[in-house]
């Protein structure tokens, strides 16, 4: 998990960044597949089934005892092979991320291990650690070495590092799952865009172009208005605590993000929702009673102003 207990000012303590990673994980769950095609070099088309698995392990001690830990997401994709991972989220770089993605990966392992015959057999997921902080001499991979009878099994986890990724190439590669933490591009510089009103408006600039990128997938149907409002939240509570100190960038970012952009979104979910449920209404009543569509909708007295967009999804 995140260790949002550092020293940076602008920072608070807690696990906001934890939050928003599991939230974008359990809620825009299709969002993790252009990531894992990224890390690990997949070609999954986004129409395979994302099964979770428990996100609470308990680890076996030596003295009998269990220590309960909390995973950041473990999953499976199932298309024509299932193939497990794990994902765990990093605020900043730290070397005992090592220990505990052994001793999660593990626990997975026997989790959903299986015992055919006198044989115990165990799948590691394949690993990985988002850090939304690095330097210079974070690694690009990550290694664990298991040795056993004089021969040593080595498994590689990638690092995938927020500083690396431009804007354009988060959009371009549909990483829309990263999107939320792209403040972290400017970690280093917070202070100086908070009191340069030049480089602030080429800040708000940017979040401008993510919010009109996601405005034009939803336009053409490649994502949802949920998961746009979600994108959205997502990138402001982080903002919020990442930038707590820096009052300008705050409503900045919250000018060109929020406010009205998230109302619109709430009525739009709340329309498309009452659509649906209207045109389930007339479905049953076209089945059960036997009538026409017109005949329903007259029944259910909806404006003719309206009926056109009925027809459309009937």
Not at 135 to 153: S, V
Not at 179 to 193: A, G, M
Not at 282 to 303: G, Y
């Amino acid at each position: 998990m995140a260790k949002e207990a550092d020293k940076n000012p602008g920072v608070h303590h807690g696990t906001p960044y934890d939050d928003v990673f599991r939230t974008l994980t359990n809620d825009c769950s299709p969002l993790l597949i252009p990531l894992i095609n990224e890390v690990f070099g997949e070609r999954f088309t986004g129409n395979e089934e994302i099964v979770f698995s428990p996100n609470i392990h308990y680890l076996n001690r030596q003295d009998g005892g269990e220590e309960k830990r909390v995973t950041d997401s473990s999953f499976s994709i199932i298309g024509a092979e299932t193939k497990k991972y794990l994902l765990e989220c990093q605020s900043t770089s730290d070397n005992s991320m090592l220990v505990r993605i052994f001793e999660y990966s593990t626990q997975i392992a026997l989790d959903e291990g299986r015992i055919i015959g006198n044989t115990l057999e165990v799948e590691i997921p394949n690993c990985a650690v988002l850090y939304l902080r690095s330097t210079k001499n974070t690694p690009d991979n990550l290694h664990i070495r298991i040795r056993f009878q004089g021969k040593a099994f080595t498994y590689e986890i990638p690092a995938i590092k927020m500083q690396k990724y431009s804007l354009d190439e988060l959009l371009q590669k549909n990483l829309l799952f990263l999107l939320p933490f792209y403040i972290f591009t400017y970690d280093s510089r917070l202070k100086e865009y908070n009191t340069n009103e030049k480089k602030l408006n080429a800040l708000k600039a940017e979040f401008r172009v993510i919010v009109k990128h996601l405005d034009h997938l939803e336009y053409l149907g490649q994502l949802s208005a949920y998961f746009k409002k979600t994108l959205i939240e997502m990138s402001e509570k982080v903002v919020n605590n990442l930038a707590a100190n820096y009052g300008a960038i705050k409503e900045g970012v919250k000018a060109v993000m929020g406010g009205q952009i998230l109302e619109y979104e709430a009525k739009t979910i709340l329309r498309q929702g009452q659509m649906e449920t209207l045109v389930q209404n007339v479905q049953a009543l076209m089945e059960t009673m036997n009538w026409t569509a017109e005949q329903a909708l007259d029944k259910l007295k909806v404006p003719k102003e309206k009926r056109e967009a009925v027809y459309a999804k009937l």
